[in-house]
């Protein structure tokens, strides 16, 4: 993996795949995966693509993404895997392809979500199930500790506009919008764990979401008057902590 692609898969580590292990299962118990074919819609570099492999087989498993790091980084980490560039909005698969198309921490980032979800429809056989999960931003501790500590610091506000999916009632919406039917929508709770507050400042400034969108417009005083009000906000900075993280989920019958 070339060093760019690399850091690019780390930086997303760092920040958001050290929750995926327990996410993941979790959502992928939700959706009621077990055996068949699934897709995972916008797979980043593998975290929930690896969980899928492992309960129905990787040649079972089909992955796209649009950032060509994360193709590379998922087809390295989960080998046997299909995994394509490519965007929601026009998936390259034929109609009913798969038995189940999952998507994970990316309807906010999707520029349809809309038609993102119509299109995770139209690829899923008749009787299948799609399945939806997105951060609830104010209680992924990591995410709103960040802003809280910033705010203090130096008055900071969270940047740009409030991402779909982050509130309850959105991922429900869009599946109805699909005209899918038994929608069910539950909350999974994730956990993530650090070494200390510089393995936890480390995913600030990887340059990965709205944090490292902010962190590369500050200068050098505001980044250490930020960092310095992160630590203050630890109870433990120097020692090992876990932080949670609780997401949004629906699934429904196409």
């Known amino acids: 993996m070339g060093q760019g692609m690399f850091h690019a898969a780390d930086g997303y580590d760092r920040l958001i795949g050290r929750f995926l292990p327990s996410l993941a299962p979790a959502f992928a118990d939700f959706a009621e995966v077990r055996a068949g074919s699934v897709l995972d819609v916008g797979c980043g570099p593998g975290g929930l693509t690896a969980e899928l492999a492992r309960r129905v087989g990787a040649g079972n498993v089909s992955a796209i993404d649009p950032s060509p790091p994360f193709v590379v980084a998922c087809r390295e980490r989960v080998p046997g895997v299909q995994v394509v560039e490519g965007v929601a909005e026009g998936l390259p698969f034929p109609d009913g ?24 429809v139209r690829v899923t056989r008749p ?20 802003w809280r500590a910033a705010h203090r610091a130096i008055g900071a506000e969270p940047a740009g ?3 779909l999916g982050t509130q309850q009632g959105d991922l429900a919406q869009l599946l109805e919008g699909a005209a899918l039917r038994d ?30 969108q902010y962190m590369q417009g500050l200068d050098q005083d505001e980044i250490e008057a930020v960092r310095g009000a992160v630590r203050e ?18 699934r429904a019958t196409t």
């Open 97 to 120: 392809s798969f038995d189940a198309a999952l998507s994970s921490l990316v309807v906010g980032f999707m520029s349809d979500a809309q038609q993102g979800v119509r299109e995770m």
């Open 233 to 250: 906000d630890l109870d433990t900075p120097d020692r090992p902590f876990t932080l949670s993280a609780v997401a949004w989920a629906a």
């Open 183 to 212: 929608i069910r929508v539950t909350e999974l709770v994730a956990t993530g764990g650090y070494r200390d507050v510089d393995d936890l400042w480390s995913g600030y400034t990887a340059g990965i979401g709205p944090i490292g």
């Open 127 to 146: 009787g299948g199930t799609v399945a939806l999960c997105f951060w609830d931003h104010s209680r992924m501790q990591s995410i709103a500790r960040f």
């Open 161 to 163: 506009d409030r991402l």
